[in-house]
């Protein structure tokens, strides 16, 4: 440590963000490099979505920053609110059709601040603190493990087959360590004593997990990295307002206060570039060795509706005694298709919001700033993480696609439709499970058997089973719909027709599949009995309807 040099391996200009090239090479490029260049890119490529994500919002923290209250050309927006409105929709408008970013513009404002991007600094590295290896209240050291997505352990818990050894599991590049610093900083565990509920002990905020870890992240993907960040610039708030400017993390003087509780930001600058925990990368060799933290900047989750890049739920929670809107995560083994009402929909009763992403979408199409045959695709991203959040169980992603149009207030009968056919699809789906349960009890198969509840686990496989099925039909099908030329009652009577069918199969398939003592029987009904209620209720869309959520209980004879 002592024979190395003092600032070393600056972000602006050394390649370390992994790209997707247009002929789809994978590619390390610079921060500078990155806004040249970004039409010749397909999208980011780093060693995980969720990093991906990390870095995609330390892009647009660098947008908010370098267009923050200003014009191309760099002169001030009026102070007027209407007049920087338009100024704001005219600045994103210019951009997007001129198919690339205003280099000299980002560069010149970059340039000013090129000595806060150094990897490896005496007073400031990037995003990081010095120092906090003279100190004795900090986290590590720990091995590079630790903040390395691919590898995701603890100091006392190694993955039994890493996707790394030797030399590759101890150490990083710089460049790696550049992008695991991202995201551990947003997806860090917790490392606070939690109780069983899975809350921090004391109620403290700055124990818990980083804020992207907190989020049901979702972020708009366009054909070229240039259109994902323009569509993921965000300009106006939830009120159509302008975001406040306020400054990055690299603006900002070195904050060394730990477990710092702040207001929500008002700033997309601020709030992109958040340093959930203050970090020390260590190096030997020209490599990245080992990390040391301590919690940073944290603010309460409720209504913190100046993070776009989250699906929204309104309720309590146990100990609350008014209701707030709260980050929605998604779940690992739901399909994003599922949860489209949560994306697109506000719900008749309020009690959801869509991403500001979507919202942002929303308004452009409104606006016609967006060409009307764009196809829209957005991903999820994230982190799922054990009960007591102290280490990570799962990494996930995945998307979704449909016509922009969709998204035009002219049409906004589609999404009802859409949402109402999902709502029948889950239906057939219950019906299958059902037909599943059943099966079993017929076959003398009693719940709790051994403490095994094998009705319940045939239903939840069958489940499973039938949106498998489903995934990649209704996906074809959703990103099929054209609103401006398709006859809405013909592409729903088509979505019936295949769910309804790929349903049945798999009714059918269990059947195939039933011992034969379950035919006859041996509870109040037989296989044959269940299978039969099962094909009058999946008949048409009448009986599935008549049939009811409410009414799924014990008092259903196909459940009896």
Same mark, same amino acid.
């Given at each position: 440590?002592?024979?190395?040099?003092?600032?070393?391996?600056?972000?602006?200009?050394?390649?370390?963000?992994?790209?997707?090239?247009?002929?789809?090479?994978?590619?390390?490029?610079?921060?500078?490099?990155?806004?040249?260049?970004?039409?010749?890119?397909?999208?980011?490529?780093?060693? *995980?979505?969720?990093?991906?994500? &990390?870095?995609?919002? +330390?892009?647009?923290?660098?947008?908010?920053?370098? =267009? %923050?209250?200003? @014009?191309?050309?760099?002169?001030?927006?009026?102070?007027?609110?209407?007049?920087?409105?338009?100024?704001?929709?005219?600045?994103?408008?210019?951009?997007?059709?001129?198919?690339?970013?205003?280099?000299?513009?980002?560069?010149?404002?970059?340039?000013?601040?090129?000595?806060?991007?150094?990897?490896?600094?005496?007073?400031?590295?990037?995003?990081?603190?010095?120092?906090?290896?003279?100190?004795?209240?900090?986290?590590?050291?720990?091995?590079?493990?630790?903040?390395?997505?691919?590898?995701?352990?603890?100091?006392?818990?190694?993955?039994?087959?890493?996707?790394?050894?030797?030399?590759?599991?101890?150490? *990083?590049?710089?460049?790696?360590? &550049?992008?695991?610093? +991202?995201?551990?900083?947003?997806?860090?565990?917790? =490392? %606070?004593?939690? @109780?069983?509920?899975?809350?921090?002990?004391?109620?403290?905020?700055?124990?818990?997990?980083?804020?992207?870890?907190?989020?049901?992240?979702?972020?708009?993907?366009?054909?070229?990295?240039?259109?994902?960040?323009?569509?993921?610039?965000?300009?106006?708030?939830?009120?159509?307002?302008?975001?406040?400017?306020?400054?990055?993390?690299?603006?900002?003087?070195?904050?060394?206060?730990?477990?710092?509780?702040?207001?929500?930001?008002?700033?997309?600058?601020?709030?992109?570039?958040?340093?959930?925990?203050?970090?020390?990368?260590?190096?030997?060799?020209?490599?990245?060795?080992?990390?040391?933290?301590?919690?940073?900047?944290?603010?309460?989750?409720?209504?913190?509706?100046?993070?776009?890049?989250?699906?929204?739920?309104?309720?309590?929670?146990?100990?609350?005694?008014?209701?707030?809107?709260?980050?929605?995560?998604?779940?690992?083994?739901?399909?994003?298709?599922?949860?489209?009402?949560?994306?697109?929909?506000?719900?008749?009763?309020?009690?959801?919001?869509?991403?500001?992403?979507?919202?942002?979408?929303?308004?452009?199409?409104?606006?016609?700033?967006?060409?009307?045959?764009?196809?829209?695709?957005?991903?999820?991203?994230?982190?799922?993480?054990?009960?007591?959040?102290?280490?990570?169980?799962?990494?996930?992603?995945?998307?979704?696609?449909?016509?922009?149009?969709?998204?035009?207030?002219?049409?906004?009968?589609?999404?009802?439709?859409?949402?109402?056919?999902?709502?029948?699809?889950?239906?057939?789906?219950?019906?299958?499970?059902?037909?599943?349960?059943?099966?079993?009890?017929?076959?003398?198969?009693?719940?709790?058997?051994?403490?095994?509840?094998?009705?319940?686990?045939?239903?939840?496989?069958?489940?499973?089973?039938?949106?498998?099925?489903?995934?990649?039909?209704?996906?074809?099908?959703?990103?099929?719909?054209?609103?401006?030329?398709?006859?809405?009652?013909?592409?729903?009577?088509?979505?019936?027709?295949?769910?309804?069918?790929?349903?049945?199969?798999?009714?059918?398939?269990?059947?195939?599949?039933?011992?034969?003592?379950?035919?006859?029987?041996?509870?109040?009904?037989?296989?044959?009995?269940?299978?039969?209620?099962?094909?009058?209720?999946?008949?048409?869309?009448?009986?599935?309807?008549?049939?009811?959520?409410?009414?799924?209980?014990?008092?259903?004879?196909?459940?009896?």
């Amino acid at each position: 440590m002592a024979n190395e040099v003092k600032k070393e391996f600056n972000l602006l200009i050394e390649p370390w963000i992994a790209v997707r090239t247009q002929e789809g090479t994978r590619e390390e490029v610079s921060i500078l490099d990155v806004f040249k260049f970004a039409s010749q890119y397909q999208s980011l490529a780093g060693e *995980l979505p969720a990093q991906d994500t &990390a870095v995609l919002r +330390l892009l647009l923290g660098v947008l908010h920053a370098a =267009f %923050g209250g200003k @014009d191309i050309g760099g002169r001030p927006l009026s102070n007027d609110p209407d007049e920087r409105h338009e100024d704001l929709l005219a600045l994103w408008k210019q951009i997007w059709h001129s198919g690339a970013f205003p280099y000299a513009q980002i560069e010149n404002y970059l340039i000013e601040f090129e000595d806060r991007f150094y990897l490896f600094h005496e007073n400031h590295p990037f995003f990081q603190i010095p120092g906090l290896d003279k100190r004795d209240d900090v986290f590590g050291p720990f091995s590079v493990a630790k903040i390395n997505g691919e590898l995701a352990e603890s100091k006392n818990k190694a993955r039994l087959f890493p996707q790394r050894a030797g030399e590759e599991k101890n150490s *990083l590049s710089y460049a790696e360590a &550049a992008r695991s610093l +991202l995201y551990f900083n947003g997806f860090a565990e917790t =490392f %606070g004593k939690l @109780d069983t509920k899975g809350k921090t002990s004391k109620s403290d905020l700055s124990l818990g997990v980083g804020w992207l870890g907190k989020l049901g992240l979702i972020s708009a993907v366009g054909a070229s990295l240039f259109q994902t960040l323009m569509l993921n610039f965000v300009l106006l708030d939830i009120n159509e307002v302008p975001w406040d400017i306020g400054q990055p993390v690299w603006e900002k003087p070195v904050n060394y206060t730990e477990r710092n509780i702040i207001p929500m930001p008002r700033s997309q600058a601020e709030l992109l570039t958040l340093q959930s925990r203050r970090v020390q990368l260590e190096r030997a060799n020209g490599r990245v060795v080992s990390v040391r933290f301590i919690s940073g900047d944290v603010f309460p989750q409720e209504d913190a509706l100046a993070e776009t890049m989250t699906t929204w739920r309104y309720g309590k929670q146990q100990g609350d005694r008014t209701e707030h809107y709260r980050p929605k995560p998604f779940h690992p083994s739901v399909q994003l298709w599922r949860d489209f009402a949560s994306l697109v929909s506000q719900g008749e009763d309020g009690r959801q919001l869509k991403p500001g992403v979507v919202r942002w979408t929303q308004y452009l199409v409104n606006q016609e700033m967006l060409p009307p045959d764009t196809h829209f695709r957005f991903q999820t991203s994230g982190i799922s993480y054990d009960k007591m959040k102290s280490s990570i169980s799962d990494v996930f992603s995945d998307s979704i696609a449909f016509h922009a149009s969709l998204l035009s207030a002219l049409h906004q009968g589609w999404i009802t439709r859409i949402i109402t056919g999902l709502e029948q699809t889950e239906k057939l789906v219950w019906e299958v499970g059902a037909l599943a349960q059943n099966i079993v009890k017929a076959a003398g198969l009693r719940d709790g058997t051994k403490g095994r509840d094998h009705g319940a686990f045939a239903r939840d496989e069958a489940r499973s089973t039938a949106y498998y099925w489903l995934d990649p039909q209704f996906r074809l099908w959703l990103e099929s719909i054209d609103p401006d030329k398709d006859n809405m009652d013909d592409m729903f009577d088509e979505w019936w027709e295949t769910s309804q069918s790929t349903i049945r199969a798999l009714g059918k398939e269990l059947m195939h599949q039933c011992p034969p003592r379950a035919l006859i029987g041996r509870s109040e009904q037989s296989a044959a009995d269940a299978y039969n209620w099962f094909r009058y209720y999946t008949h048409n869309r009448e009986t599935l309807n008549r049939r009811g959520v409410k009414k799924r209980g014990k008092s259903s004879k196909s459940d009896s």
